[in-house]
């Protein structure tokens, strides 16, 4: 098992950034790929942006030149979302993903709230 837990989320006024942090732990070793998704108010859960065990990263449209997913030690099992230039429309919960595609098991955490107000 693999457990998830965000942090970093919050209100920010348009404009203004936030980095969010996904804390892995448990059985983290087969993970491959790690990921953000957002889901906002009446919306379905969309992928904000991918990283994989070797470093690509993969962005949605409305995150490229924005967001940046990156981890800075390779020692900590932490991936963080840099987000900056926020819009009012990336208000959402956002949830951190990963996946142990080898073994098919993918896990999710429980989200933070970001509130971008206009």
């Known amino acids: 098992q693999v457990q998830l837990v965000e942090s970093g989320g919050g209100l920010v006024q348009a404009g203004g950034s936030l980095r969010l942090s996904c804390a892995a732990s448990?059985?983290?070793?087969?993970?491959?790929?790690m990921a953000w998704y957002r889901q906002a108010p009446g919306k379905q859960r969309e992928l904000v942006a991918t990283?994989?065990?070797?470093?690509?990263?993969?962005y949605a449209d409305s995150a490229k030149g924005r967001f940046t997913v990156f981890r800075n030690n390779p020692k900590n099992n932490t991936v963080y979302l840099q987000m900056n230039s926020l819009k009012s429309e990336d208000t959402a919960v956002y949830y951190c993903?990963?996946?142990?595609?080898?073994?098919?098991?993918?896990?999710w955490g429980k989200g933070t709230l970001v509130t971008v107000s206009s």
């Open positions: 448990g059985r983290i070793f087969p993970i491959n790929i």
């Open positions: 990283r994989t065990s070797r470093g690509t990263a993969v």
């Open positions: 993903y990963a996946a142990d595609e080898i073994g098919g098991m993918d896990y």
